[in-house]
C-alpha cells in the first residue's frame, strides 16, 4: 500500500509533541511501585483482562514506565519513536481486524447487530506512543498499513483514532 495520507486539516498542530519533564519521568519511573503493586493485585484477583476499543494499549502493561520506554521519552530519536509507534499501531491492526471479524461473524449468523460502519475496523494510538513523531509521523506510518486516520475525531495532543481503509483479507 502506497504511504499517501489525507493530510490534517489546517488548524491542529500535528507535529512532535513537547518532550515531558526529566523530573516527572524519574518520579515515575522509581515510584510507579507504591501504585503497581497493589493495582495489579486488585486486577489478578477482580479478572478486569475485558477486551476495549484500543488493543494499541496493550493490557496492564500501559501504566508501566520501563527502563526502555524511560529512554525513549529522555532521548528517543525520531525513527525510535517511529519504531514505538509502529509496534503499538500492529497491536491496534490485530486487535481492531479481530473485533470486525467477530462482527461481521456475528452478523452473518443472522443477528445483524451491527450496521456497515460499526463493522470498520477502527482502533486509536495514543499520545504516550507518538509524543516524538506527532499525529501527522503517526498517519504516515499507519497509511503504509493501509489506515487513514479519521482527523474529524483525532485530537493530536491526546489520540490519534485510525479507520482501515485497506481491503478485508489482504
Keep these: 500500500m502506497s504511504g499517501h495520507y489525507t493530510p490534517p486539516p489546517p ?9 515531558r519533564s526529566a523530573v516527572g519521568l524519574a518520579l515515575q519511573l522509581w515510584l510507579q511501585w507504591l501504585y503497581l503493586l ?9 479478572d478486569f483482562g475485558y477486551v476495549d476499543e484500543s488493543w494499541a494499549e496493550g493490557n496492564i502493561t ?12 529522555r532521548h528517543g530519536a525520531q525513527q525510535d519513536w517511529e ?31 451491527y450496521k456497515h460502519k ?3 475496523p477502527t482502533t486509536f494510538i495514543k499520545k504516550r506512543y ?14 503504509r498499513r493501509g489506515w487513514e486516520v479519521d482527523w474529524k475525531r483525532t485530537d493530536p ?14
Design 118 to 120: 460499526e463493522t470498520e
Design 11 to 19: 488548524g491542529p498542530d500535528t507535529g512532535p509533541l513537547p518532550a
Design 130 to 143: 507518538y509524543r516524538g513523531i506527532g499525529a501527522a509521523g503517526v498517519a504516515a506510518l499507519a497509511a
Design 62 to 73: 500501559r501504566h508501566v514506565l520501563t527502563p526502555s520506554r524511560y529512554r525513549l521519552e
Design 157 to 170: 495532543g491526546k489520540a490519534v483514532h485510525l479507520v482501515y481503509r485497506k481491503p478485508l483479507g489482504s
Design 38 to 46: 497493589p493495582w495489579i493485585a486488585i486486577y489478578e484477583v477482580g
Design 83 to 113: 519504531m514505538w509507534a509502529d509496534k503499538a499501531l500492529d497491536r491496534g491492526t490485530k486487535g481492531a481486524l479481530y473485533r470486525e471479524r467477530g462482527r461481521r461473524a456475528e452478523n452473518a449468523r443472522g443477528k445483524n447487530r
